[in-house]
């Protein structure tokens, strides 16, 4: 059994988006109060000389909240649960900062970004394309998919700019179909979204130039009105649903990419590219500003915006769905080697696009090559794992290309260890 989210669009009646409203703000407010009040006795209770971290935990807040109420009437306007959710919520940021898991819980800010949730099955029910919550009573949303699993909590969430969405988290077994019998290798590429060992292409969403140019135009315009104003809020919206729809396309293409891969292969292999370090790099340090700056932070934004992170991360989870392995190689040489006679030299790369072996005059696009060296890369890799972890027992065939290998182990990816696929075909 695992866990998975189902995210539609609401859409919610004016007096449900009122509610809605009114719900976010009081669930804001509550959250900036017990903030401060735990703030504030953590500082007595220590000048006090306690030492402990746990004062004031969701318990304690919660018996505050029928006081509030006759204090501030208008916070019993929204569901009694979405209030002691955002107290309980409050209590996991503390305990996730207390464990160094994450920074300081943060004050929330008055519009943007708001949510709540209602953490029992029993407060609501879904029939169809429709949900009923307790105050809300049904509400409608757009049912792109079918839910399957139990539903165990429901949140809704608003971008402020008008559009309010509803997610359902589920349990259940979440197996995908495999019809994969050869691995695949991909190169994330520039020019093209992602190119396939086996010659596809397969996109990956990528803003185009007039995404571009469409965003910062309405970027512009909201810059030249007086701020606060209602032609600057309409302009704001203007900008977030730009925003969104880019987000939108992005992530729709990128759980259709994954899919493909993880359904249609035995087994699936990426470069292990550390993009964090990428961004950092093309800005140089100080002492040592970096070389062509400009085009290096202009691919790097390129690649940040095709959310490869994201795309990563559900590739992992389709793969390891769909019971076969997921490997990240180590990107070196990938974009050199001949695949044909692995002589590995950079004047194999005849340019940006074209690949042509200087020793046995393979040619091909640079893209492909690369995308047929990294597949090798990770079988070579599965090949060793299968010989008992040891690289001795069986040498990797490409050991003049110097492209070292990584099976990431069960911990770490959560890719299956035993990849059964694989063990059939060798
Ligand atoms: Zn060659």
């Keep these: 059994m695992s866990l998975t989210g189902y995210q539609f669009q609401l859409l919610p009646t004016t007096t449900a988006v009122r509610l809605g409203s009114r719900t976010a703000g009081a669930c804001r407010w509550l959250w900036n109060w017990a903030l401060a009040y735990r703030q504030e006795a953590w500082l007595i209770a220590k000048s006090a000389g306690a030492t402990g971290t746990d004062y004031m935990g969701a318990e304690f807040m919660s018996a505050q909240l029928d006081g509030l109420k006759q204090s501030y009437p208008w916070l019993a306007d929204a569901p009694f649960h979405t209030l002691q959710q955002t107290l309980r ?51 409608r949303f757009n049912k792109t998919r079918e839910i399957v699993g139990k539903i165990k909590n429901v949140t809704v969430s608003t971008d402020g700019a008008g559009r309010w969405s509803i997610s359902f988290c ?175 030299a950079p004047e194999n790369r005849e340019n940006q696009a074209a690949f042509r072996c200087v020793a046995c005059g393979l040619e091909g696009n640079a893209d492909w090559i690369a995308a047929t060296n990294i597949k090798a890369a990770g079988q070579a890799a599965l090949a060793r794992h299968y010989a008992g972890n040891t690289s001795k027992a069986t040498p990797p065939r490409r050991s003049r290309s110097k492209t070292r290998t990584r099976l990431r182990d069960r911990s770490e990816s959560g890719s299956p260890g035993i990849p059964v696929k694989v063990a059939q075909a060798a």
């Design 89 to 139: 919520d409050l209590d996991m940021a503390f305990t996730a900062f207390f464990e160094g898991r994450s920074g300081y819980p943060q004050f929330r800010q008055k519009g943007g970004h708001g949510s709540f949730r209602f953490p029992d099955p029993k407060q609501f029910s879904v029939d169809q394309d429709w949900v009923k919550l307790p105050k809300f009573g049904w509400v």
């Design 170 to 344: 589920c349990e259940g077994e979440y197996r995908l179909p495999n019809y994969g019998d050869e691995g695949v290798g991909a190169d994330a590429g520039i020019a093209q979204d992602l190119t396939l060992s086996n010659g596809d292409v397969l996109s990956l969403g990528a803003p185009s130039a007039e995404d571009w140019v469409k965003l910062s135009v309405l970027q512009a315009l909201a810059a030249r009105k007086t701020k606060g104003s209602n032609r600057w809020k309409r302009a704001q919206a203007r900008v977030a649903k730009q925003h969104k729809r880019m987000a939108n396309r992005r992530r729709d293409k990128q759980h259709k990419a994954s899919h493909q891969l993880a359904t249609q292969h035995a087994f699936v292999v990426l470069e292990d590219l550390n993009l964090k370090a990428m961004t950092a790099s093309a800005a140089g340090t100080m002492a040592e500003p970096g070389r062509n700056v400009a085009a290096k932070s202009g691919l790097n934004r390129e690649m940040l915006a095709r959310g490869f992170g994201r795309f990563k991360t559900m590739l992992a989870y389709k793969c390891e769905r769909a019971g076969i392995p997921f490997l990240l190689v180590n990107p070196a040489f990938t974009s050199q080697n001949c695949p044909q006679c692995h002589h590995c």
